[in-house]
Structures are given as structure tokens and as C-alpha cells.
T-cell receptor
Framework: DTEVTQTPKHLVMGMTNKKSLKCEQH?????MYWYKQKAKKPPELMFV???????INESVPSRFSPECPNSSLLNLHLHALQPEDSALYLC?????????????FGNGTRLTVT | DAKTTQPTSMDCAEGRAANLPCNHS???????VYWYRQIHSQGPQYIIH???NNETNEMASLIITEDRKSSTLILPHATLRDTAVYYC??????????????FGSGTRLQVQP
């Protein structure tokens, strides 16, 4: 079990659909992250939020739109995705952005774009 | 952040110690060594981190060489549940605005029965 909960676990969407991935943590963490992981590859950082403000955007295409409505929730809004966006999307949180704050990951949402 | 080099894969017999090496020859004085692992179909899991002293917790031990150019993660009694990809990551300590983890390719550890 993980303390970072991601929903849904699996998602299939067409290229014209709009969908959202959700992430929730109740550990009081103030930093939250989105990673993308393709099969047999390491996770790649997409976005970092610190105290509900976007801190890092790793040049992610605008069809991915993050949102942090409060300190416990992190969303990733998806629109007009391409088949190559199919991947495992991982959410993580940490106490803050400090070096002593390990990241806690959820088990991800497996996204398939058809 | 410094680059890390790890073997692509390793095998270990169940019940034996698993020693996973990592080279980080360009590490600087304010960079920490972190280890995570990712079991199949799960998110990465934090294991341990250290600066220059050896560290031990309930999961593993971390041995860092005196020159800090390499480290070894030790799982003292490997079980089948330790089969996973193990990532060695180096993170800078100062406020660069980019402290989030960047994963390398990792080592795929297969624990054999």
C-alpha cells in the first residue's frame, strides 16, 4: 500500500477526449510531482509544485495541464493526447523541496491513448 | 546533479546479500546519494540516502567510498520480494530550484529462489 493515492489505476482515452488524472496525499507534504514513465524506461520528471505553486515545468507540451487545488491534491488534465503519450503517470509528494525530503510515490495511472 | 553509472542487471540468490554498485565519479561535496527501487507495477520506493558516512536503516545499508566516487547498496538477506529495478541518484543540496529526482537507467535485480 502507498500513502499517495492515484486514480484511476487505468485509463483508455481517444485523441479527442479530455480526461484528468488525480493524486491525493494526506501526509501534510507541501511538494508534489508528476512523472511520466514509458515501458522499461526510468521515470521522467514533468512538473513540480511547491506550496501549491508550479515550481518546475520540464518543457511539457501544453496538452498536459497540471493543477494543484490544495496542498493534498494534484491533478493532471489531459487534452488532445497522442498515442505516444501512452505511459505510466506517477505522482509523488515530499515534505518540501529540501534535500532531506524523500519522495513518496503512488502506484501510477496506466494511460493508453487510442 | 552528477551522473551515475549502474550495471544493467544483477542476479542474487535468495537469503544471500545483494550488493548493488553505483559509480558517481563527478559527485561534488554538497551532493547526496539516494537509492530508490521500483517493483514491477508499482511506483518507486525510497530506500536510503547518505552524504559521506555509511548509513543503515531497516531496509538496507549504504556504503560510500572515502573519495565519494562510488557507493554500494547492500540488502543483507535478499528475498524474492526484493526483485526490482534499483536506482542510484545524486542530488545537489543547495537551493537550485531543481531538487527533484532525475532517475538514471537503474539496475534490474533478480533474486533467484
Amino acid at each position: 500500500d502507498t500513502e499517495v493515492t492515484q486514480t484511476p489505476k487505468h485509463l483508455v482515452m481517444g485523441m479527442t477526449n479530455k480526461k484528468s488524472l488525480k493524486c491525493e496525499q494526506h501526509m501534510g507534504h507541501r511538494a508534489m510531482y508528476w512523472y511520466k514513465q514509458k515501458a522499461k524506461k526510468p521515470p521522467e520528471l514533468m512538473f513540480v509544485y511547491s506550496y501549491e505553486k508550479l515550481s518546475i515545468n520540464e518543457s511539457v507540451p501544453s496538452r498536459f495541464s497540471p493543477e494543484c487545488p490544495n496542498s493534498s491534491l494534484l491533478n493532471l488534465h489531459l487534452h488532445a493526447l497522442q498515442p505516444e503519450d501512452s505511459a505510466l503517470y506517477l505522482c509523488a509528494s515530499s515534505q518540501d523541496l529540501g534535500i532531506y525530503s524523500p519522495l513518496h510515490f503512488g502506484n501510477g495511472t496506466r494511460l493508453t491513448v487510442t | 546533479d552528477a551522473k551515475t553509472t549502474q550495471p544493467t542487471s544483477m542476479d542474487c540468490a535468495e537469503g544471500r546479500a545483494a550488493n548493488l554498485p553505483c559509480n558517481h565519479s563527478t559527485i561534488s561535496g554538497n551532493e547526496y546519494v539516494y537509492w530508490y527501487r521500483q517493483i514491477h507495477s508499482q511506483g518507486p520506493q525510497y530506500i536510503i540516502h547518505g552524504l559521506k558516512n555509511n548509513e543503515t536503516n531497516e531496509m538496507a545499508s549504504l556504503i560510500i567510498t572515502e573519495d565519494r566516487k562510488s557507493s554500494t547498496l547492500i540488502l543483507p538477506h535478499a528475498t524474492l520480494r526484493d526483485t526490482a529495478v534499483y536506482y542510484c541518484i545524486v542530488r545537489v543540496a543547495q537551493d537550485t530550484g531543481r531538487r527533484a529526482l532525475t532517475f538514471g537507467s537503474g539496475t534490474r535485480l533478480q533474486v533467484q529462489p
